[in-house]
């Protein structure tokens, strides 16, 4: 996935040219789809290094390694992104120390982060976390109760809801790729004409970010790419 020889800036050029050139053959606006660092595994030196050469949005799956980093890397302009799954008591400091959350998939834990956003801060950026690949997978909420998820979470004070987030089953296809994100793009259009405000499509990976982008992803959500392989799960310290 990645040359061992290249440096963390070279990676990061490199994805950024592979995210405009996907831009550009879908005659999409160049700088339509966002880049999110996920730096999940990763120590903060790697994020450090990517932010010297540029990269600002970071994305986290697991809390307590995030709050980690998030101390060593105070003082820096990092927008944190939560996108791993959210247990009802990480709620208050997931609340308090990300920007965004793409992992929202149950109207409880969307109340409790509208509940414990800090009232000094702007509000909390959400995506709805969709399951578009039916059985083949366990997370997110069920496409035919998005909009009813989507209207109660637009209603929350201290939330801003921001658009749809997928993680689909893998393909090595490039065509059976595009159909998930086909999928979540037509439910962004229709929450859009129930006329909700949405702007943010939260899809694509490193192994499938030209079908994303092809599809009209807004923020493609790239560790591989840019940090390496990370260790099998079998292989992390406990
Ligand atoms: C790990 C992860 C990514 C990045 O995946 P890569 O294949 O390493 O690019 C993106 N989104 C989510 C939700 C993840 O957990």
Redesign the pocket.
Known sequence: MRDNSSTPEERLRQVQRQIDQALAQNRRPAGAAALLA?S?TRPASDILALYRAGQRRF?E?YLQEALGKMALLDGYEIEWHF??PIQSNKSRDIASHFSWV??VERLKIARRLSEQRPDGLPPLNICLQVNVSGEASKSGCRLDELPRLAAQVATLPRLRLRGLMA?PAPSDDPTAQRRPFRTLREALEQLRGDGLALDTLSMG???DLDAAIAEGATLV?????LFGS?PAKGDLLP
């Open positions: 996920v999940k994305g799956n996108i791993g793409h992992s993680i990976m490193s192994a959500r790239i560790g591989t790419a990370r």
